[in-house]
């Protein structure tokens, strides 16, 4: 009995060796989708399974995600101008983040997990009709995010209004 619980041990070990040496290998960061960016006013739309969240999520009637995703878009600190600014800079300090495009009213940034590399895409776009910056984050790969999204989105909020 003790031989089955070592192999049963070993096996396990295996595959979680071969697990994180995937994500090292970039096996499990997934690919940015095409369709990134602002059109017609819109970001793209939440993810169909519960791993995004979205500042517009109302703007996609029907959506499944449509509850699950909704987030508040971030106020204005001082001009949208110096808003962008500074949650460059947030993002910027936070590990695992990487700019990918930078516009005076669109940001788009990466944020890598350190062990397994996965990779979640998110937008922050100058709304200036509505006068705050509208948000979306969504994981690459996989069904849930665990609230992922939403925690890094939140923490970001809070680090933006602190002066």
């Given amino acids: 009995m003790e031989r089955w619980l070592l192999i049963a041990l070993a096996a396990v070990a295996v595959l979680?060796?071969?697990?994180?040496?995937?994500?090292?290998?970039?096996?499990?960061a997934?690919?940015?989708?095409?369709?990134?960016?602002?059109?017609?006013?819109?970001?793209?739309?939440?993810?169909?399974?519960?791993?995004?969240?979205?500042s517009q999520a109302d703007l996609w009637p029907g959506h499944p995600q449509q509850a699950q995703a909704r987030i508040a878009p971030l106020a204005l600190v001082g001009s949208g101008a110096?808003?962008?600014?500074?949650?460059?800079?947030?993002?910027?300090?936070?590990?695992g983040a990487r700019i990918v495009?930078?516009?005076?009213?669109?940001?788009?940034?990466?944020?890598?997990?350190?062990?397994?590399?996965?990779t979640d895409d998110a937008e922050f776009w100058l709304d200036p009709a509505a006068g705050v910056v509208q948000v979306r984050s969504a994981s690459r790969l996989g069904r849930s995010d665990l609230g992922a999204n939403r925690a890094r989105i939140e923490a970001l909020r809070s680090r933006l209004a602190v002066p």
Avoid at 16 to 28: N, R
Avoid at 30 to 54: C, E, I, W, Y
Avoid at 87 to 95: C, D, F, H, I
């Fill in 30 to 54: 997934g690919h940015a989708p095409a369709d990134l960016g602002v059109q017609g006013g819109r970001l793209k739309a939440p993810s169909k399974t519960p791993n995004s969240v979205s």
């Fill in 82 to 95: 110096e808003t962008l600014a500074r949650l460059r800079r947030l993002v910027e300090a936070t590990p």
């Fill in 101 to 118: 495009t930078a516009r005076d009213d669109y940001l788009h940034a990466t944020f890598s997990t350190p062990l397994m590399k996965y």
């Fill in 16 to 28: 979680a060796l071969l697990a994180v040496a995937s994500g090292q290998a970039g096996l499990l």
